[in-house]
T-cell receptor, first 115, second 110 residues
């Protein structure tokens, strides 16, 4: 694909349920980032993957959040036992590498609503 | 803790005027700076990046960096209503994880 894709675009779930969000990065991009953006707020870093290196999970807000990435392809962000405060747009971004100078390309996001 | 500060606005300018958006950052190790534009309900898209002190121009956009003052700005000349959006400033350094500001809302009125 030409850009970063994410699915689903919208997800409504009940409190306590688990959700899985998917990100397909741009082909050839070794770095992948997940962010959370609450309404009217900035981007909150969650986790980043660089190639086959161990991911940087320093931004994950609790142990209910986890993410995986297979090689340099698809990533999934899983939120267990969702809470209302998890409601936000979850954005995925990829870049050619993680050298600090590489532009991040964002996907359209997944809007999560926890009832 | 690394921080990037932006005035949340809204900054309101008339069509055709120059819009000036400002950003300060706390981490002196920051090396790369980015400006993203985010329309309401959409994802951020890159407008400009700058690595060196001074000005960098691209069409109607000019990014300015002053590392001594830890200050980055974005100037938009001949502002158009289509420029109305939230502008996010980001800084990254050795950790390769950029820190984003909360964004400045720009309104360009006809």
């Amino acid at each position: 694909g030409a850009g970063v894709s994410q699915s689903p675009s919208n997800k409504v779930t009940e409190k306590g349920k688990d959700v899985e969000l998917r990100c397909d990065p741009i082909s050839g991009h070794t770095a992948l980032y997940w962010y959370r953006q609450r309404l009217g707020q900035g981007l909150e870093f969650l986790i980043y993957f660089q190639g086959n290196s161990a991911p940087d999970k320093s931004g994950l807000p609790s142990d209910r959040f986890s993410a995986e990435r297979t090689g340099e392809s698809v990533s999934t962000l899983t939120i267990q036992r969702t809470q209302q405060e998890d409601s936000a747009v979850y954005l995925c971004a990829s870049s050619l590498a993680a050298l600090g100078r590489d532009t991040q390309y964002f996907g359209p996001g997944t809007r999560l609503t926890v009832l | 803790q690394k921080e990037v500060e932006q005035n949340s606005g809204p900054l309101s300018v008339p069509e055709g005027a120059i819009a000036s958006l400002n950003c300060t950052y706390s981490d002196r190790g920051s090396q790369s700076f980015f400006w993203y534009r985010q329309y309401s309900g959409k994802s951020p898209e890159l407008i400009m990046f700058i690595y060196s002190n001074g000005d960098k121009e691209d069409g109607r956009f000019t990014a300015q960096l002053n590392k001594a003052s830890q200050y980055v700005s974005l100037l938009i000349r001949d502002s158009q209503p289509s420029d109305s959006a939230t502008y996010l400033c980001a800084a990254s350094g050795g950790s390769y994880i950029p820190t984003f500001g909360r964004g400045t809302s720009l309104i360009v009125h006809p």
